[in-house]
């Protein structure tokens, strides 16, 4: 699959590339590497620093916790004047320019999360005329503006676009919307990958399965963003494929969501497959497809790659870092299991403590009655050492694990 990129996420792509297995101890940030205090995680942020905070926050909303002030501020910090977000702005004072690689995944992310803590209109407003800007004339959108359209981008535009109350099918370049863009990705029913969706078409306009990209695809079409709840038990929940000339967007979920659920129907869990590396469990998309399947067909239909991840990813989200335990507070929230007690881990216990602390109740509730903010303890910053870092991250979900290259199933 070739993958058009920002240069930032090619560099990305290769840190990534070269990783030892998902697990293996990762480097630090080097000492000149200096982590603003508002961020969540301790690895270097350049490739991933607004992704992983836009997830931290929309996590902390969806199990009702408030995030720090000074961690949302931090966020709203990282913008462009043109509402665009980069992956991360090491100098946020300065004006972006032609030489800060803006791009749509960071940008959408960052939307979600900001409509999630609200306040923020201005900020998301602009993010959202900014990502109508650079929509493809397929409906859909790349990773980097002028790039051809891929699932994922374009799935978590989609979850931008509803959170800030537009009507994603009504969002149309060329008189196509991101659903057009998302169906032309949909493999047909034969052989072993049908009903799933490519990433991208090859060179050749050829598409090839992708796990990753079908999990996104899924919650795409149904125009549900990165924290989707469980959806109604759906009449197509089986292992079937259904075929049409032209797929309605719940037809091609149905057949996603049943794509997924082969393929996690032996061991529980997605396969990672990185050149040169050996297969092993990828424990990000399996998370991923957790909440495609939740949000498709009802939480009981991801109930057995839920269980896995409850009994094996504990120690892949403590080296992941906010990003990583943030996919597992969504996998729970869609498919109905407790994030404080997953495993016998406390997921938002230990995401918050990536960061600085979260607004008590106390301190929330007083800030409402006096109009003021807390300074989200501005003192002390929680932070552990867990050793995360972009190359063993492979966990980061719909920014990185579905945009390298790799074959899945």
Same mark, same amino acid.
């Given at each position: ?17 070269? *990783? ?45 916790? !408030? ?62 005329? /900014? ?49 057009? *863009? ?52 759906? =009449? ?11 797929? !309605? ?73 906010? *990003? ?7 996998? *729970? ?49 929680? /932070? ?20 390298? =290259?790799?074959?899945?199933?």
């Amino acid at each position: 699959m070739n993958v058009r990129r920002s240069a930032a996420a090619l560099a990305a792509v290769g840190v990534l590339a070269a *990783a030892a297995p998902a697990l293996a101890a990762s480097p630090s940030p080097s000492p000149s590497t200096v982590l603003p205090s508002g961020l969540y995680g301790d690895s270097d942020p350049k490739y991933d620093g607004v992704w992983r905070q836009s997830l931290a926050l929309l996590a902390q909303r969806t199990v009702s916790v !408030t995030p720090a002030a000074k961690a949302i501020d931090w966020l709203t910090g990282q913008q462009c004047a043109d509402g665009a977000f980069a992956a991360f702005r090491a100098e946020p004072t300065r004006a972006c320019d032609a030489k800060v690689m803006t791009d749509t995944n960071s940008t959408a992310a960052a939307v979600q999360a900001l409509v999630a803590v609200g306040g923020h209109e201005d900020a998301t407003g602009k993010a959202v005329t /900014w990502l109508k800007s650079v929509q493809n004339e397929d409906g859909g959108w790349a990773y980097a503006p002028g790039g051809a359209s891929d699932a994922n981008s374009t799935a978590v535009v989609i979850g931008a676009l509803a959170a800030a109350g537009e009507r994603p099918a009504e969002v149309t370049k060329g008189g196509k919307s991101p659903y057009d *863009a998302l169906l032309k990705l949909a493999l047909p029913c034969t052989g072993d990958s049908k009903g799933a969706f490519a990433y991208q078409p090859d060179k050749k306009g050829a598409l090839a399965a992708n796990a990753d990209a079908t999990a996104a695809a899924v919650v795409g079409v149904l125009g549900a963003g990165l924290d989707a709840k469980a959806g109604k038990e759906s =009449k197509e929940s089986g292992t079937g494929c259904v075929d049409a000339d032209r797929l !309605t967007p719940e037809q091609a979920a149905a057949n996603g969501a049943s794509y997924l659920a082969r393929a996690v129907a032996e061991d529980g869990h997605l396969t990672s497959a990185l050149a040169g590396a050996p297969e092993q469990p990828d424990y990000g998309n399996t998370a991923d497809a957790v909440v495609a399947l939740a949000a498709q067909g009802g939480a009981q239909r991801a109930a057995k790659p839920l269980a896995w991840l409850e009994k094996n990813a504990a120690a892949w989200a403590k080296q992941s870092g906010p *990003a990583g335990y943030a996919q597992l507070i969504f996998a *729970a929230h869609a498919a109905g299991a407790d994030p404080r007690d997953f495993g016998g881990t406390d997921l938002v216990r230990a995401l918050n403590a990536t960061g600085p602390a979260p607004q008590t109740a106390e301190a929330t509730k007083a800030a409402d009655a006096s109009g003021e903010k807390d300074d989200g303890g501005s003192g002390a910053g929680v /932070w552990w050492m867990v050793g995360a870092g972009l190359a063993a991250g492979a966990g980061i979900g719909f920014l990185l694990s579905g945009r390298r =290259k790799q074959q899945q199933l």
